[in-house]
């Protein structure tokens, strides 16, 4: 809990050493239309004491615990954090939340994320990643922008209705306030992306794709990246689970311009609401309409290695109209923890461990099958899949919870056509024990 310590004779102080007399005065500039006027709607103030029991019982109406099996994604993964990444990181000279502002004071950090950087960027197959940005939603909507600032004067942007509903939530609220369109391209009965629409969409600056999809379908990127680039559009592609191109084709390779996505999996743990990682990577040609910042590697005058921001488009260091990106900072420590988990692993491990995850997913689709549930979609899936029962599924769902086994996403929430079909999802944290419970609650 943060401590705030500004008491009424400190507030006077400040406001003295700037030549203001009060708080009004101080933020004079901002216009009487935008103030807030009246008492805002809060709780009576608490002491720390009540502040803390308060806080406890929020956290003990969370129904799901760590004591709990979880088979649903849908963004969110539970992998299991190797405990050489929790005893590096509780290190006090790795501890810091924060990306510092006297770059040149902290070369550890600075070098932190510059191997984060490049783990990244051989992990999506792509020139360069740039320092991070909040999480997976908020690198799509960016990533959207950069698609239309690359492409001038055009002024839509498709997305597939196959991506996380969260993230196209989060870029429709971006382009909202702006003269921006942003179009939905539909799903196609094999769980993929449908194109055969793109053609007629003009002023086209960029197409968003997630592979694997919310519906844990691998789409066929290659296809789609040369199907986009006909229509003189940029190829974005998205994920939620990066721990996939262990084993599948990265976008790189597939002709993907821009590639961004959630990194929680790479070694953060589930929380609620955060924090996570948003991974951002683009081909080199746009590097300069790159939101973010970049670590770079070079030598001083006595070639001695060091590290520095090698570029900063944010509207702290340059002009604000010239700024690609007004996101104050990424979140050094999660950039950390997905490096240390990245280079944990290496690339023999995530192959390892992706392939692992494939192989249950593969397990507990045999196991639906065999009691004659159906796998919605045909196509290739990596560790998520949508599967609808011969009957109601609601009652085994209640009967699992209280074994504590949280099984299946109702998709009607998000997609009310798919109603009563649930996404299931199998990471390495999945015993066969576990698997074998779910399917023996389903009836044949």
């Known amino acids: 809990m943060r401590y705030l310590p500004h008491t009424d004779d400190e507030i006077q102080e400040m406001l003295a050493v700037v030549g203001r007399k009060s708080l009004d005065e101080l933020f004079c500039s901002v216009p009487d239309a935008c103030r807030f006027v009246g008492d805002m709607d809060l709780p009576p103030s608490m002491d720390e004491w009540q502040l803390t029991d308060h806080v406890g019982q929020l956290a003990a109406a969370m129904q799901v615990n760590h004591t709990y099996k979880v088979l649903i994604g849908a963004g969110s993964y539970h992998h299991h954090i190797p405990e050489t990444i929790r005893t590096i990181m509780s290190r006090s000279e790795f501890l810091t939340a924060y ?50 600032r690359i492409a001038k004067k055009k002024v839509r942007v498709a997305v597939s209705a ?9 870029a429709r609220a971006y382009l909202s306030p702006t003269c921006y369109e942003m179009v939905e391209l539909p799903v196609g009965p094999d ?3 449908d194109l055969s629409g793109l053609a007629g969409l003009g002023e086209l600056a960029a197409v968003a794709i997630q592979s694997p999809n919310f519906f844990g379908v691998v789409e066929d990127l290659t296809g789609l990246g040369k199907t986009i680039h006909a229509a003189g559009a940029l190829f974005i592609t998205a994920f939620t689970e990066p721990l996939a191109y262990g084993l599948l084709k990265n976008p790189g390779d597939c002709g993907a311009d821009i590639v961004c996505g959630e990194g929680q999996s790479f070694g953060l743990s589930r929380s609620f609401g955060g924090a996570a990682l948003g991974m951002f990577a683009c081909r080199d040609e746009f590097v300069r309409n790159m939101p973010g910042r970049l670590v770079g590697k070079t030598q001083d005058l006595d070639g001695k290695r060091g ?12 002009r604000r109209e010239k700024a690609t990106s007004n996101i104050c900072s990424n979140q050094g420590i999660c950039t950390l923890i997905a490096a240390m988990y990245m280079a944990s692993l290496g690339g023999s491990g995530l192959s390892e461990l992706a392939r692992l995850n494939y192989s249950k997913a593969e397990y507990l689709k045999a196991q639906f099958r065999a009691k004659g549930a159906k796998i919605v979609f045909d196509s290739p899936t990596f560790n998520e899949f949508v599967v609808e029962f011969q009957e109601d599924f609601r009652p085994a769902y209640h009967r699992l919870l209280a074994k504590k086994i949280v099984a299946g996403l109702d998709l009607g929430r ?9 996404l299931f999802c199998a990471t390495e944290t999945a015993s066969k024990e576990v698997l074998d419970a779910v399917a023996g609650e389903v009836r044949s």
């Open 99 to 148: 990306t510092p502002y006297q770059p040149e004071m902290a070369q550890g950090t600075l070098q932190g994320i510059f191997e984060y950087q490049t783990l990244t960027s051989r992990l999506l197959g792509m020139d360069v990643t740039n320092a991070s940005i909040y999480d997976g939603a908020s690198a799509l909507a960016e990533g959207l922008l950069m698609g239309l």
């Open 162 to 170: 196959a991506v996380h509903p969260h993230y196209r939530e989060v």
């Open 307 to 318: 590290f520095v921001l090698t570029l900063s488009t944010r509207e702290q260091h340059i």
């Open 191 to 193: 769980g993929r992306t």
């Open 414 to 422: 998000y997609y009310p056509e798919h109603a009563g079909r649930y």
